[in-house]
């Protein structure tokens, strides 16, 4: 109801209600903040699918990740071609399941994907140390850091591999209940 | 491609199962799917080609899918109209950018109680208030400013107490359909507490649903560094801040004596437990001397109303005294519990938080149960004219002088404090927001009004304006006075208490307060709809037995003389209930046993992997010293014939490697443990449960 807007056809808005988590008049409000950003580059009219992409360096700018320490992980994880660039499809798949309605168990995908740095499926002492350096703005000495990745793996790492899987990450999220309400970025 | 033929299949699987979902179950799923926008969209295609086939080789049927679709969309409208309020977005936005998520859960939970109230002032306009414009009296007395303050005078003759309400059928026209006033007042306050009940219940089991931990297990530090970043934070200065209190809590952390190791003397663990000892019977005495005072207070004010007073001022006067000793009990013992607290020397800083909350609830509730006490015991007793709109007067003052306190505690606790931090005595720094008192002052606001809503029907409406002016001044006070929280605060676990306390002794209190008014009290003779009945639930009793006459009703009156007022069908359902809560917990325990026993297996298949690991690099190292005496021949078969043995080990349990596909470039290690054979790693040994 209302004005009849053109840059989507209902059938576009439809997929994109059934896929995200975001209602019609949400979802226009992220393609006004996908064309904010770089007007010249991305069209209007969406009917026809265009295939245009953003690089990071403008995604990473938004006032909503600009501060976040870990806004490159964020946007290489949602990117679809791995290196960083989001199309309009992928923008909005990363703030649907940074809402506060996607569920645990898709955020918890996401969030093990993120603090993944090296992309090998498992978060390794290495992971946790850049991890660490970008929480604490790498104040920590490096035994400190050493200490404090040891214990983090001794904590969670169930199976005994060194390293942490997907099962003790999730496992060690279902006990956080802060999670859901912290991993949520409002857009 | 032989490659993409098993990935064809699966999404054909995947496709086939989907369509075969209810529509709301399979937009679910597609949401929850982790892949790319492009792929959901391209099966969600699939899926919907599917169903259309399936639909068209039924025939012309009615698609099971129309309706749910269409509810989901109607559901999705409805919320884009609510979403009008965006102002609430914005501001909660601001606030969660620059304090977190801990200092948002109160303007959340300030914003859910304020629904309460706007749903109440409706039903109670629309049904009890409008009915009542068409038979109202004349109002003859005169209005002074000093009314708005407390709520005597002329308002005593208006539509906001109970007391003005007419006990007659309202009709407009000559024989038509007629309204009766007495069933229209009881039924709307009880199906309003109905439907409370039902939204509060459903809120706390879901809260409890998603917070509550079986497994007592609680992994500090991994969680420290993994879970606790707050996303919603996007303020240079507030991220900083987070980034170094996390620095210092980690610092503090690798530098602190292990607390539990040290063993205290029998002495000091006496002058422990005796200084908590004191504390508690100290904040016990407390409270029970405001009980007093208030109580005391009360009985010389209606002692002093039936005497009737010299003049004017002293009349008006007299009537404020009460709240404002109320108010100012809530605003300044608090503060002798928190350096109470102080003095204790708790071992965590939550523990001190939880310890100063219990003591305000149990001031809060005495204060609360004390003049309930009160109003209904001695002021419904009494021989006042019209004690209900009495009442309802006391609460109407206490709700707008508690509101006048909460405004000028902001000003005092937030904005002098930051200017006496800032410029007089600089060490103290910036205020913090103290999110556990706000939130308890906000309960008690909610259930006087709860409590209110019988005797004054509009006091909702009332308590709404002031909701959203507190939740303004509270804004602008955050923004400019106060600084993030430094301590943490479990957010998700004290937002769940703080429901838990909204239900508990605040909503089933003021359940029980308005059950013993309508069953028990005599409404009095001359005002009010209930004027004349033996109780207010008596309407009741005399509809049921009009209805009596009428065959077509018939199955009402069964109901209600069967179901509702009986006792065997309540101790039934009782017993019921009680066996249905033995059996989950018997289901519970058994699921703890469960979680239990999985973990001690994920850690010996952990133990039994690295035992195999150590046997194999000893067959390897053995075989090839053999063969490297034979002439390295056998080298390359024996290396490669293990590696099919590696497969199993290196699944990653449960874990869909499709999600992966996003990022082409990934280094699918496929054979971590060949890697580290060659290098012979430790093991790190798995952790036994404790």
């Not at chain 1, 040891?150 to 390293?163: C, L, R």
């Not at chain 2, 980034?243 to 210092?248: A, F, V």
């Not at chain 2, 009990?329 to 109470?340: D, G, I, M, Q, R």
């Amino acid at each position: 109801m209302g004005n009849k807007q053109t840059i989507f056809t209902d059938e576009q808005l439809d997929a994109y209600q059934d896929c995200t988590f975001f209602t019609r008049k949400e979802i226009l409000r992220l393609h006004g903040r996908y064309y904010e950003m770089a007007p010249n580059v991305v069209p209007m009219d969406y009917t026809k699918d265009p295939d245009v992409k953003l690089p990071m360096q403008l995604i990473i700018n938004m006032p909503e990740l600009k501060e976040n320490p870990f806004k490159e992980r964020i946007v290489s994880s949602f990117s679809e071609d791995g290196e960083g660039s989001l199309s309009f499809n992928d923008f909005v798949d990363m703030f649907s399941v940074l809402s506060e309605m996607a569920p645990r168990e898709l955020k918890a995908i996401y969030a093990f994907k993120i603090y993944d740095f090296n992309t090998d499926n498992f978060i390794c002492k290495a992971d946790l140390e850049k991890t660490l350096n970008k929480l604490t703005r790498e104040e920590l000495t490096a035994e400190e850091i050493t200490l404090v990745c040891e214990k983090v793996i001794e904590e969670a790492d169930m199976d005994g591999d060194g390293k942490l899987g997907f099962a003790d990450f999730e496992n060690m999220i279902s006990k956080a209940p802060d999670f859901l309400s912290t991993f949520h970025i409002r857009i | 491609m032989p490659e993409a033929d098993p990935v064809c299949r699966e999404e054909e699987d995947l496709v086939g199962s989907l369509a075969s979902m209810s529509s709301n179950e399979r937009i679910k799923a597609i949401q929850k799917m982790p892949k790319t926008m492009r792929k959901k969209r391209e099966i969600r295609n699939k899926v919907l080609k599917e169903r259309t086939k399936k639909s068209r080789h039924r025939g012309a049927q009615w698609t099971q899918g129309a309706p749910g679709v269409s509810f989901r969309r109607f559901g999705n409208a409805l919320s884009e109209f609510f979403q009008q309020l965006r102002p609430w977005h914005k501001s909660l936005k601001i606030i969660g950018a620059e304090f977190g998520t801990s200092v948002l859960s109160y303007f959340v939970f300030l914003k859910w109680l304020l629904n309460f109230n706007i749903f109440s002032f409706l039903i109670n306009f629309g049904f009890i208030t409008i009915p009542q414009f068409l038979a109202a009296e004349p109002n003859n007395l005169s209005f002074t400013g000093l009314e708005l303050l407390t709520g005597a005078g002329y308002f005593q003759q208006t539509v906001l107490y109970y007391g003005f309400y007419t006990n007659a059928t309202i009709s407009k026209v000559e024989n038509g359909p007629s309204y009766n006033m007495q069933l229209a007042y009881i039924f709307t306050v009880g199906i309003y507490f109905v439907i409370c009940f039902l939204i509060l219940l459903f809120s706390m089991a879901r809260f409890f649903s998603s917070n509550f931990r079986l497994t007592k297990a609680f992994s500090v530090n991994a969680s420290k560094l993994l879970c606790t970043w707050d996303f919603n934070i996007t303020n240079e200065e507030a991220v900083k801040l987070q980034q170094k209190n996390l620095l210092t809590q980690i610092k503090e952390d690798l530098t602190e004596v292990n607390k539990e190791v040290v063993n205290f003397s029998v002495m000091e663990r006496f002058v422990h437990i005796a200084t908590h000892l004191l504390a508690w019977v100290v904040s016990l005495a407390t409270a029970v001397a405001a009980c007093a005072g208030v109580y005391f207070l009360s009985i010389n004010n209606l002692k002093l109303f039936m005497k009737g007073y010299s003049n004017d001022l002293q009349r008006q006067s007299a009537m404020l005294v009460l709240p404002v000793i109320v108010s100012l009990l809530n605003t300044l013992v608090p503060f002798l519990f928190s350096w109470l607290g102080h003095l204790e020397k708790f071992q965590t800083p939550g523990q001190h938080i939880y310890v100063t909350i219990v003591r305000n609830i149990i001031l809060k509730i005495s204060i609360v149960g004390i003049l309930c006490y009160y109003w209904l015991n001695i002021v419904a007793t009494s021989e006042s004219q019209c004690w209900e709109t009495l009442v309802g007067q006391d609460i109407y003052r206490l709700v707008l002088v508690d509101f006048i306190f909460c405004l000028l505690g902001s000003f005092f606790g937030e904005f002098l404090r930051r200017i006496i931090g800032t410029t007089v005595c600089v060490s103290l720094g910036l205020p913090e927001f103290d999110i556990g008192r706000n939130v308890l002052d906000l309960i008690y606001a909610q259930t006087l009004t709860w409590i209110g809503i019988l005797f004054s029907p509009l006091l909702p409406g009332i308590q709404m304006i002031a909701f959203l002016i507190v939740f303004f001044v509270k804004k602008v006070s955050l923004m400019r006075n106060c600084q993030p929280p430094r301590e943490v605060w479990r957010t998700a676990q004290m937002t769940t208490s703080f429901i838990f306390l909204l239900f508990c002794p605040s909503f089933l209190g003021v359940l029980s307060v308005t059950g013993v008014t309508v069953w028990r009290l005599k409404p009095s003779e001359e005002c009010g709809p209930f004027r004349g009945l033996p109780s207010m639930y008596a309407a009741v009793d005399e509809w049921i037995q009009t209805l009596e006459r009428y065959t077509v009703s018939k199955w009402v009156v069964w109901i209600y003389h069967n179901l509702i007022a009986s006792e065997l069908f309540f101790f039934i359902i009782s017993t019921v209930v009680l066996i249905v809560t033995y059996l989950y917990w018997q289901i519970i325990q058994a699921r703890k046993t469960m979680i239990k026993l999985l973990h001690n297996q994920i850690i010996n298949a952990g133990q039994d992997k690295k035992f195999l690991l150590q046997k194999l690099q000893r067959e390897q190292r053995a075989k090839r010293r053999s063969s490297s005496a034979l002439g390295g021949r056998g080298q390359q078969r024996s290396s490669s014939s293990y590696h099919p043995s590696m497969q199993p080990a290196q699944e990653v349990p449960g874990y869909p490697e499709r999600a992966f596909d996003r990022n082409q470039n990934t280094s699918h290690n496929e054979h971590p443990f060949s890697v580290e054979i060659s290098s012979s790693s430790d093991f790190s040994p798995g952790k036994q449960l404790r």
